[in-house]
């Protein structure tokens, strides 16, 4: 699929599949989700987003009490792009290119493997 216009610099990129899984840093367990994304055009072209899922404590702020003050606050788990930080390809510049989505996934899995061994400060145990 591609839309013919000035601003459009990329072919169409459709959800492929979504993959969630838990990396351990020392007593730290991050939960990640990676997502791969195929070329609606390139069938062996795909990009990938690496999220991290993240609590936070969110200060809405709507709606108001009547000092001023938000009437709520809430904790919540949002998704956090951390591609870059886990050291994987940059994913919104790169395409991977593989036969199948399974091989994309694979070489994804890779690419962090060897980000976990390389990095001193992430020894996975």
């Not at 702020?61 to 003050?69: A, I, R, S």
């Amino acid at each position: 699929m591609n839309i013919v216009h000035s601003a459009i610099m990329s072919p169409v990129y459709e959800l492929g599949k979504t993959y969630e899984l838990d990396v351990r840093f020392g007593e730290v367990t991050y939960k990640i989700r990676v997502e791969l994304l195929r070329n609606t055009e390139k069938e062996d072209h795909f990009r990938c987003h690496v999220w991290e899922l993240e609590l936070f404590r969110l200060t809405p702020t709507f709606p108001m009490d009547e000092k001023g003050q938000p009437a709520a606050i809430s904790d919540d788990t949002v998704m956090v792009d951390r591609g870059m930080n886990l050291g994987i390809r940059d994913s919104a510049q790169e395409d991977i290119v593989a036969p199948s989505i399974e091989a994309a996934f694979a070489i994804v899995m890779n690419d962090l493997k060897t980000s976990l061994e390389q990095s001193p400060s992430k020894k996975a145990k």
